[in-house]
T-cell receptor, first 115, second 112 residues
Framework: AQKITQTQPGMFVQEKEAVTLDCTYD???????LFWYKQPSSGEMIFLIY??????QNATEGRYSLNFQKARKSANLVISASQLGDSAMYFC????????????FGGGTRLMVKP | DAGVIQSPRHEVTEMGQEVTLRCKPI?????LFWYRQTMMRGLELLIY????????DSGMPEDRFSAKMPNASFSTLKIQPSEPRDSAVYFC??????????FGSGTRLTVV
C-alpha cells in the first residue's frame, strides 16, 4: 500500500492566487514527521516545511503553510500568493521512527503558475 | 555550511562499465541516505547509514549496487556493471536530527 499519496499529478494556478497541494499518508505510528520538498526544473530538492505529528498548530514558513488534519491523515501544502518561481514539482514525504527515520516520498505534484 | 556535496553532477557511461557516485554529507550529520529518482518510479530510498553503519539496504535493486561509508564525511554508491536501466538521478541526503534532511544536488547518470 502507498504510504504517501499525492492525487494531483499536475495543477495550474494563476499568479498571486493561493493553491493547495494534497497529500495523504498511511502510518500506524503515533510519532511521525511530515515534510514538503520543492524540486524546480534545475533538479535540486529544496526543503519547504515540516510538521510533527504531535504539533498542535499547523506549520507555517513564509508563504507556505501545512494544513495538518491528523484524523484524516492529510497534510496538504498551501502556497499563498503564488509566484512564477513557484512552478516546480512538489513532494510530500513522511518520516517514521519505526522505519528507521528514513523519508518516504509521494509521487509528486507538478505545479504550474500562470502569469 | 557547504551543504551536501555530490560528485559528479553528470555521468555518462557505457553499459558494463563501473560507476562510482560520491557524497560528502554536512559536517555533524550522522545519518546519510541514497535515493534514486526516475520518471517511472519516483524517489526511491536505496540505502541509509546511521553513524557510518548501513541500517537498511533493502532498496538496493540488486547485487550490482553497493554502498560504503568509510567515515563520517564520505560515502560512495557503486554500480558494477552498469546497465541502461540504471539511468536516473541519484541523490544523497544527510540528517542530524529527525527534523532536518538536506539533499545534495544529485548526480544524473546516463548509461548508454
Amino acid at each position: 500500500a502507498q504510504k504517501i499519496t499525492q492525487t494531483q499529478p499536475g495543477m495550474f494556478v494563476q499568479e498571486k492566487e493561493a493553491v493547495t497541494l494534497d497529500c495523504t499518508y498511511d502510518t500506524s505510528d503515533q510519532s511521525y514527521g511530515l515534510f514538503w520538498y520543492k524540486q524546480p526544473s534545475s533538479g535540486e530538492m529544496i526543503f519547504l516545511i515540516y510538521q510533527g505529528s504531535y504539533d498542535e498548530q499547523n506549520a507555517t514558513e513564509g508563504r507556505y503553510s501545512l494544513n495538518f488534519q491528523k484524523a484524516r491523515k492529510s497534510a496538504n501544502l498551501v502556497i499563498s500568493a503564488s509566484q512564477l518561481g513557484d512552478s516546480a514539482m512538489y513532494f510530500c514525504a513522511m518520516r517514521e521512527p519505526n522505519a528507521g527515520n528514513m523519508l518516504t516520498f509521494g509521487g509528486g505534484t507538478r505545479l504550474m503558475v500562470k502569469p | 555550511d557547504a551543504g551536501v556535496i555530490q560528485s559528479p553532477r553528470h555521468e555518462v557511461t557505457e553499459m558494463g562499465q563501473e560507476v562510482t557516485l560520491r557524497c560528502k554529507p554536512i559536517s555533524g550529520h550522522n545519518s546519510l541516505f541514497w535515493y534514486r529518482q526516475t520518471m517511472m518510479r519516483g524517489l526511491e530510498l536505496l540505502i541509509y547509514f546511521n553513524n557510518n553503519v548501513p541500517i537498511d539496504d533493502s532498496g538496493m535493486p540488486e547485487d550490482r549496487f553497493s554502498a560504503k561509508m568509510p567515515n563520517a564525511s564520505f560515502s560512495t554508491l557503486k554500480i558494477q556493471p552498469s546497465e541502461p536501466r540504471d539511468s536516473a538521478v541519484y541523490f544523497c541526503a544527510s540528517s542530524r536530527q529527525r527534523n532536518g534532511y538536506t539533499f545534495g544536488s544529485g548526480t544524473r547518470l546516463t548509461v548508454v
